[in-house]
């Protein structure tokens, strides 16, 4: 049977299984790439348009924020890079006929797949109060409502301003200053769904919340240990590295509580070799529990403590704080609850401890894995002790890695779309625009939806993204959205969030990275910032998808000179008739962007200045890099029950579905499936292919269920299950987060299968 896919779509959820798979990408990667864009795109179009993906005088990629290598190769785009292309410059429209077709409530009852299939946005549309469905409307009009909504607040706190990270530099420079102008830091952004624990571990402990490595420590490095992360999927230009590392030399260490095909063995199909045999890329898998990377690291480095020469002294008394604390507790670590948390054999980890003592430069890159548990910011902190420890900070071939997701989500960070602005910053803006911008902190995403809900935040105004199916308890989610006056959403494809308005709505449509953008001033390109902290052009070339179609700065520029009026001596209309003059601002405000344009203008961009990475200086409370004790926590299960972790799957992008394929896990045809260990599956009286839903247990007592899930028996970690995102996130309490950084929990849900009633 089919699981509950909505009744309406024409592909129906049917999931066929033929069991993992132990290499990525190849040639039927090739194929199926090619395969995916022209439907979308038609052959001419396809070719002329990847060829552009992160070439110097080409767009910046919309897939991931990996770095683009200096000597790029003739296609620098893979596979699932392209497919985030041809979803952009799809041919396909999304017209005021299309609106006038479906009502918001049959919208509401199609699937986010069938939604973005059917293309592009072009008109600005309004969902009247009361209205069935949206009507075309002018720009001045969108405008003057949003304006209307936002000045009939009681304060400018009812507002909330969310920002997905494709959003370039310039957009979310604007963005942020407009919304601080208006009066609120409520900056909530997908980061605080995704690297937000490894922001706020990294600050506290090496004063910088960003990576410490460039591209070229990957290819110096002697050990890579990847944690909690799958880069076939999801940062498929990463395995060329991990490629070159390991010509050169280096050792891999994959932890996960699944075989990721990618991290077994990488088929370059850049390279002929590639091609035929492709690279064994890990050389010690160690398939953890899930949350069990903090009492892993914590062992390991009490395994380091333990041998004679194997710290870096030097290194910790110059550079380091807290040491002596950390290491009482770290030799506190114990073997038998480090078993019991990671689910490892002692054989294993005393293998992994070689790999790390014969290391002199190591590496540990991390993602999801590791940032969206309710103990992630102490395991962070951990993975920093144990760089720590070895003077892995600072010098080639070394230093923390978290890879970042959205390509400018790095970037919308550093030009201050952040809820917790550092005074430092609103100082710089304060001087530069002459305003007095608010001091108080804003709402992240989770205390944003609570604002929703408690009727103390009214308006949502989203700069990209899908709200209300990126964030966590769907239902509790979509209730709060429908609270609001007003939504509107600055948007290049229809999703989910058009369907669940406020009282009143609109969508706004915007220039998407691959088009052409034009302004009074001339063509203009937007800058990005990756992963590792390089900044570079993007320009688009595409005919846009539609007229009417304006770019994010210009939406920017001209709801500012709507709300603020007269009250805002900040100059929007030069803004958005030349981008420079929004960098030569930019340069003035943020630090590391001095003499922006003339930098920029090298197609290889520059590096953003990192203190531990360039001069070993950590720029923390204690001035050095900090050491930190926490107490280890782990997940613990009650009986008979799974804990789950909410993923990616092979044919998607975060909530944009480009197909119900999961090609390296070996699943076809359907996203309603539950990862389960044969074992645990035994244990539970599960049969393989049979039907279950899966029901979340939380404290709160609340039934949260996702129905009809196909069983597939999978080599994943004992007590373990996984499924796809976003389906599953009804099943994520809102008050289940991170502690410190309140990322949702999204990694670790206690659930219990049911058999399902429709079986
Ligand atoms: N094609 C494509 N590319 C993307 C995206 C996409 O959706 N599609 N999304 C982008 C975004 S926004 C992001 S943030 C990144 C996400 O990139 P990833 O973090 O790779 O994405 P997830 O699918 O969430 O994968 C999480 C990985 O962590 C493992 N894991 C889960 N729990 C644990 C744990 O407790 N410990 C350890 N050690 N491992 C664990 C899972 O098995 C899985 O391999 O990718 C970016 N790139
Ligand atoms: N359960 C669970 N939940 C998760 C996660 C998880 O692993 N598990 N991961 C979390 C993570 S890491 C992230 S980053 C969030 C993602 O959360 P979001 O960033 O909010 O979600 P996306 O699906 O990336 O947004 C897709 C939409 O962005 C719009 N869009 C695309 N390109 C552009 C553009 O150039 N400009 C504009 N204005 N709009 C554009 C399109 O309309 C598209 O429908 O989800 C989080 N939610
Ligand atoms: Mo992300």
Partial sequence: MAGKAPKNDPVQDAPQVAGPKHAAAGLPAIGHTLRIAQQQMGVKRTALTLLRV????????????????????????????????????????????????????????????????????????????????????????????????????????????????????????????????????????????????????????????????????????????????????????????????????????????????????????QTPQGMLKGAALTDLFLQIRIGGDQALFRLLNRLILETEGAVDEEFVREHTHGYEEFAAAARAADWDETLTATGLTRERIDEALRMVLASKRTIVCWAMGLTQHKHSVPTIREVVNFLLLRGNIGRPGAGVCPVRGHSNVQGDRTMGIFERPAPAFLDALEREFGF????????????????????????????????????????????????????????????????????????????????????????????????????????????????????????????????????????????????????????????????????????????????????????????KANFTAAPVEYPRLPEGRLLLQTLRSHDQYNTTIYGLDDRYRGIRNGRRVVLVNADDARELKLADGSYVDLVGEWKDGVERRAPGFRVVLYPTARGCAAAYYPETNVLVPLDSTADTSNTPASKSVVVRLEQSSTD
Avoid at 543 to 553: I, T, V, Y
Wanted: with cysteine; charged share 25%.
């Fill in 54 to 269: 992160n070439q110097k005088d080409g767009f910046d990629c919309p897939g991931c924020a990996w770095p683009e290598p200096d000597h790029r190769h003739a296609a620098e785009f893979c596979e699932n890079g392209a497919k985030a292309v041809a979803e952009e410059a799809t041919l396909r429209r999304v017209t005021p006929e299309f609106f006038a077709a479906h009502s918001v409530a049959d919208l509401a009852t199609r699937s986010g797949y069938w939604l973005g299939q059917q293309g592009r946005l072009t008109h600005p549309m309004y969902l009247p109060e009361g209205g069935d469905r949206y009507e075309p409307v002018s720009w001045d009009r969108a405008f003057d409502i949003v304006a209307e909504e936002l000045k009939a607040l009681a304060s400018p706190d009812e507002a909330l301003f969310y920002t997905s990270g494709r959003t370039s530099n310039e957009a979310a420079f604007l963005y942020q200053l407009f919304a601080r102008e208006f009066g609120t830091n409520n900056l909530p952004d997908c980061s605080n769904m995704c690297h937000e624990s490894s922001g706020s571990a990294l600050s506290e402990t090496i004063g910088i919340g960003k990576g410490s490595v460039l591209l070229e420590d990957l290819y110096k490095a002697d050990l890579i240990v990847v944690a909690g992360q799958n880069p076939g999927t999801n940062h498929p230009r990463m395995l060329s590295a991990l490629e070159k590392a390991k010509a050169n030399g280096a050792k891999i260490i994959t932890v996960n509580p699944l075989p990721e095909a990618g991290l077994e063995r990488f088929k370059n199909p």
């Fill in 436 to 623: 007095a911008p608010p001091r108080e902190h804003g709402y992240d995403v989770v205390r944003a939806i609570k604002a929703m809900r408690d009727d103390k935040a009214k308006v949502f105004f989203a700069m990209g993204g899908n709200f209300v199916s990126a964030s966590p308890d769907t239902e509790v989610t979509e209730a709060a959205m429908r609270r609001a006056r007003l939504t509107v959403h600055v948007s290049t494809k229809l999703n989910r969030s058009h369907a669940v308005t406020g009282a009143r709505a609109l969508i706004l449509p915007t220039l998407g990275r691959t088009e052409r953008d034009l302004q009074g001033g001339g063509e203009q390109f937007v800058t990005v910032e990756d992963s590792m902290g390089m900044v570079h052009a993007s320009r688009g070339r595409l005919e846009p998808a539609s007229g009417q179609l304006l770019s994010e700065p210009a939406i920017v520029c001209r709801l500012a000179r709507r709300v603020l009026g007269e009250d805002s001596r900040t100059p929007w209309e030069e803004f958005e008739k030349d981008y420079a003059t929004i960098r030569d601002r930019i340069a003035r405000v943020v630090p590391g962007f001095e003499d922006f344009n003339a930098r920029v203008a090298d197609p290889s961009g520059f590096a953003l200045p990192h203190a531990p990475r360039d001069e070993r200086r950590f720029p923390t409370a204690t001035g």
